[in-house]
């Protein structure tokens, strides 16, 4: 069974661009989360997609933004770029359930300049 | 809103040996779930255990138990035998038994083992 994919692997942008990442989750699996790591930060939550629509967001402004597609696959943009958007970005994929465990792609690391 | 903690930033452990990292958390809720994540070096995070709040026996994994203290909000991870490969980030996570279930991570800890 493929895992969780994520692309690109490396992505750098300056200040102000946009930002477009990718995540193919394990098939079968509906749900889509997006957690940003930044150092020091720790792992917060981004996004919550499941079945085509947003569940919940945290607490990030709305510059941040994703959709899921009909596939599930799921794309997290984040527009006007700053400095302390910079880090790893990271994808999981669950079933809908909560007792289900959610599976980790590889993240992408987002470098602003 | 659900916290984790973490209180221990960095550990190290000497092969073959046991060690114990600790996580507590906070939340108004009576169902919920608790896991241990390990991100290895290569960042990719995979699940070591998981602990249903409602189950009062502590999981296990070959190697990795929980102890886990629902009244004191505890939940700590123990490695037995600890091996080179243990090495890596180990993050406690929480997530809701209903409504949102995105997890809520602590810091992490940084385990180093010993040759």
């Known amino acids: 069974e493929a895992g969780v994919t994520q692309s690109p692997t490396h992505l750098i942008k300056t200040r102000g661009q946009q930002a477009t990442l990718r995540c193919s989750p394990i098939?079968?699996?509906?749900?889509v989360y997006w957690y940003q790591q930044a150092l020091g930060l720790g792992l917060q939550f981004l996004l919550w997609?499941?079945?085509?629509?947003?569940?919940n967001r945290g607490n990030f402004p709305p510059r941040f933004s994703g959709r899921q597609f009909p596939n599930y696959s799921s794309e997290l943009n984040v527009n006007a770029l700053e400095l302390e958007d910079s880090a790893l970005y990271l994808c999981?994929?669950?079933?809908?359930?909560?007792?289900?465990?959610?599976?980790f792609g590889p993240g992408t690391r987002l470098t602003v300049l | 809103a659900q916290t984790v903690t973490q209180s221990q930033p960095e550990m190290s452990v000497q092969e073959a040996e046991t060690v114990t990292l600790s996580c507590t958390y906070d939340t108004s809720e009576s169902d919920y779930y608790l896991f241990w994540y390990k991100q290895p070096p290569s960042r990719q995070m995979i699940l070591v255990i998981r602990q249903e709040a409602y189950k009062q026996q502590n999981a296990t994994e070959n190697r990795f138990s929980v102890n886990f203290q629902k009244a004191a909000k505890s939940f700590s991870l123990k490695i037995s035998d600890s091996q080179l490969g243990d090495a890596a980030m180990y993050f406690c996570a929480y997530k809701d038994g209903a409504g949102s279930y995105q997890l809520t991570f602590g810091k992490g800890t940084k385990l180093s083992v010993i040759p």
């Open positions: 098939s079968g699996h509906t749900s």
């Open positions: 999981a994929s669950c079933r809908d359930l909560p007792y289900n465990e959610q599976f």
């Open positions: 997609y499941d079945e085509g629509e947003e569940r």
